[in-house]
């Protein structure tokens, strides 16, 4: 039994030994791990090293996504050119009741609506070929003068922040270049940490206002081209609902008019 258990001394103690290195080295690749992990920069640390042009960038982030929520609220055909009312207009034009049209539409905050009741009150009876198209058409064109620069400025904002936001981040790393030459100056290249936080400064701010002013750039043609579509479905139902009362008007008209060369039955 002695001499089994000293024959096999020598195997225990290497696979001691293997075993020992193993968890050693296990221990200074967890190490090395967690070091790399702590040496790992999170967002915050990125914001933070773009220095003092972070926090204007930062408003402006804000308020281009409080804006894209306040006019996809805002530009929404419900609010523009609801369905309803432009069907129900239509059907009163149809049949002449130019008065039902009017208060019907007056009792609508929409843009449809309030341009209706102001625009329908122009219809002249008088000029039962036309029912004063041109006078309806010109208020029509008053009311857009009127309302739409309402609507346009909240859109228009998104260009201003899309134009200044670069520009602050320029000024960032123009800031952050001056305190690397400074850092370079000073210390002759001797200390590498102040020169890299000085020039991630420089590069971040660019960064951060390029982030900033693409998605507005965006923002501005997409709500702008919704505002104008908008507009147009609710100018295109005011046409149809005079064409509907024009035709009404003159159907005798039209129905007395027969086709040269085609003869009577």
Request: with cysteine; net charge negative; hydrophobic share 50%.
């Amino acid at each position: 039994m002695k001499l089994t258990l000293r024959s096999k001394m020598p195997w225990l103690t290497l696979a001691a030994f293997a075993l020992m290195t193993t968890i050693v080295q296990a221990e200074e690749a967890g190490a090395d791990a967690a070091a790399g992990e702590d040496k790992q920069q999170t967002l915050w640390d990125l914001i933070a090293a773009g220095g003092w042009a972070m926090w204007p960038l930062g408003v402006f982030s804000v308020c281009m996504i409080t804006l894209a929520v306040y006019n996809a609220m805002q530009l929404t055909r419900k609010k523009f050119a609801p369905t309803l009312l432009r069907q129900s207009i239509l059907s009163h034009m149809g049949e002449v009741r130019v008065r039902s049209a009017i208060e019907e539409s007056a009792e609508s905050p929409s843009y449809l609506g309030r341009m209706m009741a102001t625009a329908l009150p122009h219809v002249d009876a008088t000029e039962p070929e036309t029912l004063g198209r041109e006078k309806v058409e010109d208020a029509v064109a008053d009311f857009a003068v009127k309302e739409n620069p309402s609507y346009m400025s909240w859109v228009g904002y998104f260009s201003v922040i899309a134009q200044a936001s670069p520009m602050v981040g320029l000024l960032g790393t123009v800031s952050g270049m001056i305190k690397a030459f400074q850092t370079l100056g000073i210390s002759g290249g001797s200390d590498p940490a102040k020169l890299a936080a000085a020039i991630s400064e420089a590069l971040m701010t660019t960064a951060t206002g390029l982030v900033v002013a693409i998605p507005c750039l965006f923002c501005f043609y997409f709500f702008k081209n919704k505002f104008n579509k908008l507009v147009t479905e609710a100018q295109d139902a005011m046409a149809e609902s005079m064409d509907a009362a024009i035709s009404t008007v003159n159907a005798d008209q039209q129905l007395a008019k027969v086709p040269e060369g085609i003869a009577e039955a």
